[in-house]
Protein backbone atom coordinates (compact mmCIF):
# COMPACT_ATOMS: atom_id res chain seq x y z
CA UNK A 1 0.00 0.00 0.00
CA UNK A 2 1.38 3.05 -0.64
CA UNK A 3 -0.30 6.64 0.52
CA UNK A 4 1.64 9.66 -0.34
CA UNK A 5 0.80 13.43 0.50
CA UNK A 6 2.81 15.56 -1.72
CA UNK A 7 3.11 19.48 -2.81
CA UNK A 8 4.70 18.61 -5.86
CA UNK A 9 2.66 18.21 -8.94
CA UNK A 10 2.76 14.39 -10.18
CA UNK A 11 1.45 13.19 -13.44
CA UNK A 12 -1.34 10.42 -13.12
CA UNK A 13 -0.43 8.06 -15.75
CA UNK A 14 3.28 7.86 -15.08
CA UNK A 15 2.11 6.62 -11.04
CA UNK A 16 -0.77 4.43 -12.51
CA UNK A 17 2.13 2.83 -14.68
CA UNK A 18 4.64 2.50 -12.16
CA UNK A 19 1.88 0.40 -9.27
CA UNK A 20 0.88 -1.59 -12.13
CA UNK A 21 4.19 -2.47 -12.40
CA UNK A 22 5.05 -3.01 -9.45
CA UNK A 23 2.25 -5.32 -8.82
CA UNK A 24 3.90 -7.31 -11.92
CA UNK A 25 7.32 -7.79 -11.34
CA UNK A 26 7.23 -11.13 -9.66
CA UNK A 27 7.22 -9.86 -6.35
CA UNK A 28 3.88 -8.83 -5.94
CA UNK A 29 0.58 -10.77 -5.37
CA UNK A 30 -0.03 -12.75 -8.75
CA UNK A 31 -3.47 -13.13 -8.65
CA UNK A 32 -3.89 -9.10 -10.27
CA UNK A 33 -6.44 -9.25 -12.59
CA UNK A 34 -8.05 -5.90 -12.30
CA UNK A 35 -6.54 -2.33 -11.71
CA UNK A 36 -9.32 0.34 -11.04
CA UNK A 37 -7.84 3.77 -10.84
CA UNK A 38 -9.38 7.84 -10.55
CA UNK A 39 -8.25 11.21 -10.50
CA UNK A 40 -9.72 13.94 -9.37
CA UNK A 41 -8.46 17.38 -11.08
CA UNK A 42 -8.91 21.23 -10.06
CA UNK A 43 -11.58 22.59 -12.19
CA UNK A 44 -11.05 25.47 -14.17
CA UNK A 45 -14.34 27.34 -12.86
CA UNK A 46 -16.75 26.00 -9.81
CA UNK A 47 -20.64 26.41 -10.80
CA UNK A 48 -20.09 29.37 -13.38
CA UNK A 49 -17.60 31.01 -11.45
CA UNK A 50 -14.05 30.62 -12.56
CA UNK A 51 -11.55 29.03 -10.06
CA UNK A 52 -8.44 31.06 -9.85
CA UNK A 53 -6.13 28.23 -7.63
CA UNK A 54 -6.85 25.73 -5.12
CA UNK A 55 -4.95 25.92 -1.70
CA UNK A 56 -4.95 22.46 -0.09
CA UNK A 57 -3.70 22.52 4.04
CA UNK A 58 -2.87 19.16 5.36
CA UNK A 59 -1.62 18.51 9.03
CA UNK A 60 1.33 17.10 8.50
CA UNK A 61 1.84 13.65 9.99
CA UNK A 62 -1.70 13.21 11.46
CA UNK A 63 -3.22 13.57 7.39
CA UNK A 64 -1.29 10.90 6.04
CA UNK A 65 -1.59 8.57 8.86
CA UNK A 66 -5.60 9.13 8.68
CA UNK A 67 -5.54 8.11 4.71
CA UNK A 68 -3.46 5.20 5.40
CA UNK A 69 -6.47 4.17 8.09
CA UNK A 70 -9.09 4.91 5.94
CA UNK A 71 -6.88 2.82 3.12
CA UNK A 72 -6.53 0.05 5.58
CA UNK A 73 -10.02 -0.04 6.30
CA UNK A 74 -11.08 -0.12 2.56
CA UNK A 75 -8.18 -3.06 1.83
CA UNK A 76 -9.85 -5.02 4.75
CA UNK A 77 -13.28 -4.64 3.67
CA UNK A 78 -13.04 -5.95 0.27
CA UNK A 79 -9.59 -7.57 -0.04
CA UNK A 80 -8.04 -5.79 -2.61
CA UNK A 81 -4.33 -7.05 -3.39
CA UNK A 82 -2.75 -3.57 -3.49
CA UNK A 83 -3.80 0.67 -3.29
CA UNK A 84 -2.39 3.70 -4.14
CA UNK A 85 -3.51 7.03 -2.80
CA UNK A 86 -1.37 10.65 -4.04
CA UNK A 87 -3.48 13.53 -2.93
CA UNK A 88 -1.65 16.84 -3.34
CA UNK A 89 -1.53 19.93 -0.88
CA UNK A 90 -0.43 23.34 -1.49
CA UNK A 91 -1.50 25.25 -4.34
CA UNK A 92 -2.85 23.97 -7.43
CA UNK A 93 -3.55 25.39 -10.75
CA UNK A 94 -6.81 24.46 -12.73
CA UNK A 95 -6.18 21.34 -15.01
CA UNK A 96 -3.67 19.78 -12.45
CA UNK A 97 -4.39 16.50 -10.66
CA UNK A 98 -5.00 16.81 -7.17
CA UNK A 99 -5.82 13.28 -6.03
CA UNK A 100 -5.21 9.95 -7.40
CA UNK A 101 -6.59 6.75 -6.31
CA UNK A 102 -5.91 3.24 -7.85
CA UNK A 103 -6.99 -0.12 -6.55
CA UNK A 104 -5.69 -3.64 -7.84
CA UNK A 105 -7.80 -6.76 -7.01
CA UNK A 106 -8.34 -10.09 -7.88
CA UNK A 107 -11.51 -9.62 -10.49
CA UNK A 108 -13.35 -5.53 -11.73
CA UNK A 109 -15.87 -5.51 -8.86
CA UNK A 110 -13.63 -4.99 -5.76
CA UNK A 111 -11.37 -2.79 -7.56
CA UNK A 112 -14.29 -0.26 -8.47
CA UNK A 113 -15.51 -0.50 -5.51
CA UNK A 114 -12.41 -0.08 -3.52
CA UNK A 115 -11.90 3.37 -5.92
CA UNK A 116 -15.72 4.04 -5.67
CA UNK A 117 -15.71 3.60 -1.56
CA UNK A 118 -11.79 5.19 -0.33
CA UNK A 119 -13.02 8.13 -2.59
CA UNK A 120 -15.98 8.58 -0.24
CA UNK A 121 -14.51 8.21 3.17
CA UNK A 122 -11.62 10.60 1.43
CA UNK A 123 -14.05 13.40 0.29
CA UNK A 124 -15.30 13.61 4.35
CA UNK A 125 -13.10 11.93 6.96
CA UNK A 126 -9.56 12.41 5.15
CA UNK A 127 -7.86 15.63 7.05
CA UNK A 128 -7.31 18.12 4.22
CA UNK A 129 -8.46 21.53 3.82
CA UNK A 130 -9.43 23.09 0.81
CA UNK A 131 -9.78 26.42 -0.28
CA UNK A 132 -11.22 28.02 -3.59
CA UNK A 133 -9.61 31.40 -4.50
CA UNK A 134 -11.72 33.07 -7.65
CA UNK A 135 -12.00 36.53 -8.73
CA UNK A 136 -14.35 37.09 -5.75
CA UNK A 137 -12.25 36.30 -3.33
CA UNK A 138 -11.08 32.95 -1.57
CA UNK A 139 -13.34 30.46 0.76
CA UNK A 140 -12.91 27.61 2.36
CA UNK A 141 -14.51 24.39 1.33
CA UNK A 142 -16.54 21.98 3.31
CA UNK A 143 -18.13 18.52 2.18
CA UNK A 144 -21.27 19.23 0.38
CA UNK A 145 -24.44 17.32 1.90
CA UNK A 146 -24.22 15.36 -0.95
CA UNK A 147 -20.59 13.92 0.46
CA UNK A 148 -22.28 13.47 3.90
CA UNK A 149 -24.62 11.55 2.56
CA UNK A 150 -22.52 9.24 -0.07
CA UNK A 151 -20.35 8.84 3.18
CA UNK A 152 -22.88 7.70 5.51
CA UNK A 153 -23.95 5.19 2.47
CA UNK A 154 -20.99 3.96 2.52
CA UNK A 155 -20.38 3.01 6.00
CA UNK A 156 -20.43 3.73 9.85
CA UNK A 157 -17.29 5.94 11.21
CA UNK A 158 -14.40 3.97 10.88
CA UNK B 1 3.09 25.01 27.79
CA UNK B 2 1.16 23.74 25.10
CA UNK B 3 1.14 23.37 21.36
CA UNK B 4 -2.15 24.75 19.80
CA UNK B 5 -2.50 24.02 16.30
CA UNK B 6 -5.53 25.95 14.05
CA UNK B 7 -6.09 23.98 10.79
CA UNK B 8 -8.11 25.93 7.21
CA UNK B 9 -10.16 28.42 8.19
CA UNK B 10 -9.35 28.17 12.03
CA UNK B 11 -5.90 29.19 11.31
CA UNK B 12 -6.61 32.24 9.51
CA UNK B 13 -8.64 33.30 12.57
CA UNK B 14 -6.66 32.31 15.52
CA UNK B 15 -3.74 34.66 17.22
CA UNK B 16 -0.19 33.24 16.09
CA UNK B 17 0.79 33.78 19.77
CA UNK B 18 -1.29 30.84 20.63
CA UNK B 19 0.72 28.20 18.88
CA UNK B 20 2.99 27.63 22.06
CA UNK B 21 0.82 28.64 25.17
CA UNK B 22 1.19 28.62 28.71
CA UNK B 23 -2.25 27.75 30.21
CA UNK B 24 -3.77 29.62 33.32
CA UNK B 25 -4.03 26.81 36.62
CA UNK B 26 -7.80 26.13 36.25
CA UNK B 27 -7.37 25.07 32.49
CA UNK B 28 -7.51 21.55 32.96
CA UNK B 29 -9.53 19.74 30.49
CA UNK B 30 -10.35 20.25 26.71
CA UNK B 31 -13.82 21.60 27.77
CA UNK B 32 -11.94 23.88 30.10
CA UNK B 33 -9.78 25.26 27.04
CA UNK B 34 -12.53 25.80 24.48
CA UNK B 35 -13.95 27.94 27.34
CA UNK B 36 -10.72 29.69 27.97
CA UNK B 37 -10.13 30.50 24.32
CA UNK B 38 -13.48 31.53 23.62
CA UNK B 39 -13.07 34.12 26.93
CA UNK B 40 -9.33 35.27 25.15
CA UNK B 41 -9.95 35.21 21.45
CA UNK B 42 -14.05 35.76 20.80
CA UNK B 43 -13.94 35.22 17.45
CA UNK B 44 -12.21 32.09 17.21
CA UNK B 45 -14.08 30.79 20.16
CA UNK B 46 -17.39 31.43 17.67
CA UNK B 47 -15.52 29.66 14.97
CA UNK B 48 -15.18 26.37 17.14
CA UNK B 49 -18.51 26.28 18.11
CA UNK B 50 -19.41 24.42 15.77
CA UNK B 51 -20.62 20.69 16.34
CA UNK B 52 -18.60 19.32 13.03
CA UNK B 53 -15.14 21.18 15.03
CA UNK B 54 -12.92 17.78 15.78
CA UNK B 55 -9.88 17.90 18.07
CA UNK B 56 -6.85 16.23 18.35
CA UNK B 57 -4.40 15.63 21.31
CA UNK B 58 -1.20 14.33 20.32
CA UNK B 59 -2.42 13.57 16.69
CA UNK B 60 -5.16 11.18 18.06
CA UNK B 61 -9.35 12.26 17.63
CA UNK B 62 -10.71 12.98 21.01
CA UNK B 63 -14.56 13.26 21.14
CA UNK B 64 -14.30 13.49 25.05
CA UNK B 65 -14.63 16.94 26.04
CA UNK B 66 -13.02 16.36 30.01
CA UNK B 67 -10.14 14.78 28.54
CA UNK B 68 -7.42 15.91 30.43
CA UNK B 69 -4.89 18.39 28.99
CA UNK B 70 -0.80 17.63 30.11
CA UNK B 71 1.90 19.73 29.60
CA UNK B 72 3.54 19.99 26.08
CA UNK B 73 0.25 18.57 24.83
CA UNK B 74 -0.32 19.09 20.95
CA UNK B 75 -4.07 20.20 20.64
CA UNK B 76 -5.04 20.76 17.23
CA UNK B 77 -8.56 21.70 16.40
CA UNK B 78 -9.94 20.56 12.67
CA UNK B 79 -12.66 22.36 10.62
CA UNK B 80 -15.05 19.82 8.57
CA UNK B 81 -12.76 18.01 6.30
CA UNK B 82 -12.88 18.36 2.40
CA UNK B 83 -10.18 15.87 0.59
CA UNK B 84 -10.85 14.05 -2.58
Known sequence: MTIRVTEEAFDPGAEIAAFNTALNDGEGPGDAGALASFVGYCRAATAGRPVGTLYIEQYPGF???????????????????????????????????????????????????????????????????????????????EPTAQDHARRAKAGEQV | MVKLVFLGRFREIANPALAQVALPGHVHTLAGLRDWLAQAEPALGRALESARTQVAVNQAIVRDPSHPIANDDEIAFLPPMSGG
Open chain 1, 63 to 141: TAREIQRLADDVSRQLGTLDLLVVHRVGTIHPGEAIVLVAALAAHRAEAFEAVRLLMDYLKTDAPLWKKETGPDGARWI
